[in-house]
C-alpha cells in the first residue's frame, strides 16, 4: 500500500512538474551550488529548508586540481533551521566560485512552510530569492567585462517521511535579457524532480539511494542515480553517476562519475570528501590536463536529534 501510495504521489508530481516547464532556459552560473545537491538539498530545492528540524551549517571548498598551484577553487556556505516550534524553516546560502566559465558569487535567502499530512507523512513548500553577481561580456562592442547584479527567484515542493522523499523544485524561474552578450547562451533554468530513501540492509547498515532527473529546454533529460551505504551511523561511502543530457555542449554528452566518503566525527560535526570524474566546465580544457573535480566538506550541527542522512 505505501508502495502504490509513493508511485502515485511521484506519478502526479511529474505531471504537475512539467507545467514549469516554459521556453526559456537554465540558469547555469551557479551550477557549482547546484551541484551539491547530495550534501545540501537546499541548493536546489527551498522546500527542504527546515526539514532536518535543528540548525545545520555545511561549508564546502572544491578545487579543480590539487597539483596544479593556485589551480580554480569555490567556496559555498549554506545554513537553515526552523522556527514556530518546526512549523517555519529559514535558511541562506552564499557561493563564491572561480571553478565556472564565469566567475561568480551568490547570495540567497529560503523560506518554507511545513504541513503535517499525518502520523507519517509531511509536505514542505518553499521559495527563495536572492542576487547573483558575474560578469557580462558584451561580443558586439568589446570583449571586457563588466559585474552585473541578477536577481533570483525559485520555488519548490518537498514530501517526506522517515524513510522516504519526493522532492520537485524550480531554484531559477526569473528570466534575464542579455541581448547580443555571450553569456545569453549560458543562462539557463532548471527544473529537478528528486528522489530518494533509507533502508537498513543490516542492523548498523543503511542504504540510502537516490535519483535526480532535470528537465531544462532544448537538452535531453539527465538523469543521476547512485546512493550511499552508511556503517554504524559513523562511516559512509557512496557512487553518483550523472548521465549529461542536460549537459550537452556542443553535441556532446558530460557524463561522469562522483565518488563520496563521509566520517560523523562526533555528535555535531561531519566531514567528507567527493571526488567527480569530470565536470561541465572542464569540457574545453587541454586533453592531457587533470579532468577531476575535488572537494571537503565540513558540517556542523549545533543540537543534531539523531543520525542525518543529508
Not at 198 to 207: C, G, M, P, R, T
Not at 267 to 278: D, W
Request: net charge positive.
Amino acid at each position: 500500500m505505501i508502495i502504490n501510495f509513493r508511485k502515485s504521489i511521484f506519478s502526479c508530481l511529474l505531471i504537475v512538474s512539467f507545467l514549469f516547464l516554459e521556453d526559456q532556459n537554465v540558469f547555469a552560473q551557479r551550477e557549482v551550488l547546484y551541484e551539491q545537491y547530495l550534501q545540501n538539498p537546499m541548493a536546489i530545492n527551498p522546500a527542504f529548508t527546515g526539514v532536518r528540524e535543528t540548525f545545520n551549517m555545511t561549508a564546502m571548498f572544491r578545487r579543480k586540481w590539487f597539483t596544479i598551484p593556485n589551480s580554480p577553487s569555490s567556496q559555498t556556505f549554506a545554513g537553515d533551521g526552523t522556527i514556530s516550534n518546526g512549523k517555519f524553516g529559514i535558511g541562506f546560502q552564499a557561493l563564491n566560485d572561480q571553478t565556472s566559465y564565469f566567475t561568480t558569487t551568490a547570495f540567497s535567502a529560503s523560506f518554507a512552510y511545513h504541513l503535517g499530512i499525518n502520523d507519517n507523512w509531511k509536505l514542505a513548500l518553499g521559495g527563495q530569492g536572492g542576487i547573483n553577481v558575474l560578469p557580462v561580456f558584451d561580443t558586439q562592442s568589446s570583449l571586457n567585462s563588466t559585474n552585473r547584479a541578477l536577481g533570483s527567484f525559485g520555488l519548490g515542493a518537498w514530501l517526506h517521511s522517515d524513510d522516504f522523499f519526493l522532492g520537485v523544485s524550480k531554484p531559477e524561474i526569473l528570466s534575464q535579457k542579455f541581448g547580443q552578450q555571450s553569456i545569453a547562451s549560458f543562462y539557463r533554468r532548471p527544473l529537478y524532480i528528486m528522489l530518494g530513501g533509507s533502508y537498513a540492509l543490516a542492523e548498523d547498515v543503511k542504504l540510502l539511494p537516490n535519483l535526480l532527473v532535470v528537465q531544462e529546454k532544448d537538452y535531453k533529460l539527465r538523469v543521476d542515480f547512485g546512493g550511499r551505504v552508511w556503517f554504524s551511523e559513523k562511516v559512509g561511502v557512496g557512487a553518483t553517476y550523472h548521465a549529461g543530457g542536460a549537459y550537452s555542449y556542443g553535441g556532446s554528452n558530460i557524463n561522469y562519475l562522483q565518488l563520496s566518503a563521509e566520517a560523523q566525527v562526533g555528535k555535531n560535526i561531519r566531514l567528507g570528501y567527493f571526488y567527480s570524474t569530470r565536470q561541465i566546465e572542464q569540457i574545453n580544457i587541454v586533453s592531457n590536463a587533470p579532468k577531476g573535480i575535488h572537494e571537503l566538506m565540513l558540517k556542523f550541527v549545533p543540537n543534531p536529534n539523531g543520525f542525518q542522512k543529508y
